[in-house]
């Protein structure tokens, strides 16, 4: 179904990857298209590399730092992220017009200030039901669907991904635990880490959002920390176990249908990390 190009609610996607990605799941399952869309501009290169022309309509362009101090309340306490802040408010309070009704990924106190017309997401709901309801205004059918058809892998995958970097340092997956992984499914895993350089045996590098999503895409299942991949593999309709960090950034309204269904992710607390490999086991049916 093509949306009507209107003016009055604009897609503006300024918080993270991962949420731009979740956004464009809902649009590529339910054949939404021409989207009304301002781009950040350090957006451009993953919006080309998932062919972001298929969903969105790009009606203006911004420049603002790589994800917002808008949504950086944990960084925002030295000056030079305070300047941050001020700069990209700046920019929005320039470029935004007060007639338009802007649709973010996520809610942030401080875009008040700006005096604007936003909407996001239920902050209280999954994500990605929350963003389905959302995008409804594109359409004239209500009840979008949430999350793409995945089924678990038959039998015994052959190319398993793991992707243990963050953006975020604290959601990483610690590398004690990648090695009692790779270890625990007999050498069977490969290790992929954002790198422009030749890596250890098992293990692949990409430097680039082309090159990450050719993995993922070649993948038969990827395990990830809680960052970009596993919504990209939820995108591309691959299997996908998450390995979480129990901390301040946990959020489990972010785990898609796949995950929840299938029992396929895990939390690493103080108390170690073998629960971890067990989950692993139970959700692949002992790959």
């Not at 009055?8 to 809902?26: A, C, H, K, Q």
């Not at 649709?103 to 239920?122: E, T």
């Not at 919504?231 to 796949?258: D, G, R, W």
């Amino acid at each position: 179904m093509r949306a009507d190009y209107s003016k009055e609610s604009v897609y503006l996607p300024i918080r993270s990857f991962g949420d731009f990605i979740i956004t464009t799941t809902i649009l590529k399952i339910n054949g939404l298209s021409n989207i009304p869309i301002i781009l950040p501009d350090y957006f451009v290169d993953l919006f080309n590399s998932i062919n972001g022309s298929d969903y969105y309509n790009i009606i203006d362009t911004i420049s603002l730092s790589n994800q917002p101090a808008i949504f950086e309340l944990y960084k925002v306490r030295d000056k030079e992220n305070i300047a941050r802040l001020i700069s990209d408010m700046k920019i929005l309070k320039d470029t935004l017009k007060p007639s338009v009704n802007y649709l973010l990924d996520y809610r942030s106190r401080r875009i008040f200030f700006l005096n604007l017309n936003f909407s996001w997401p239920n902050p209280n709901e999954n994500i990605y039901n929350g963003k389905a309801k959302m995008l409804e205004i594109y359409c004239s059918s209500e009840n979008l669907i949430a999350f793409p058809p995945i089924a678990k892998p038959v039998g015994k995958p052959v190319n398993i991904l793991i992707f243990p970097e963050s953006r975020v340092k604290d959601k990483e997956i610690a590398e004690q635990v990648i090695q009692s992984i790779v270890e625990k499914f007999d050498n069977k895993i490969t290790i992929a880490r954002f790198s422009k350089q030749e890596l250890a045996p098992n293990t692949v590098s990409y430097s680039s959002f082309a090159q990450l999503i050719d993995l993922i895409r070649l993948a038969d299942l990827v395990i990830s920390s809680e960052s970009l991949p596993y919504h990209l593999a939820n995108f591309y309709e691959k299997p996908h176990f998450v390995i979480y960090k129990k901390s301040k950034h946990f959020k489990e309204y972010f785990m898609t249908h796949y995950m929840k269904a299938n029992r396929c992710f895990s939390t690493i607390d103080n108390t170690g990390y073998l629960n971890v490999l067990s989950d692993l086991e139970g959700a692949l049916n002992g790959i």
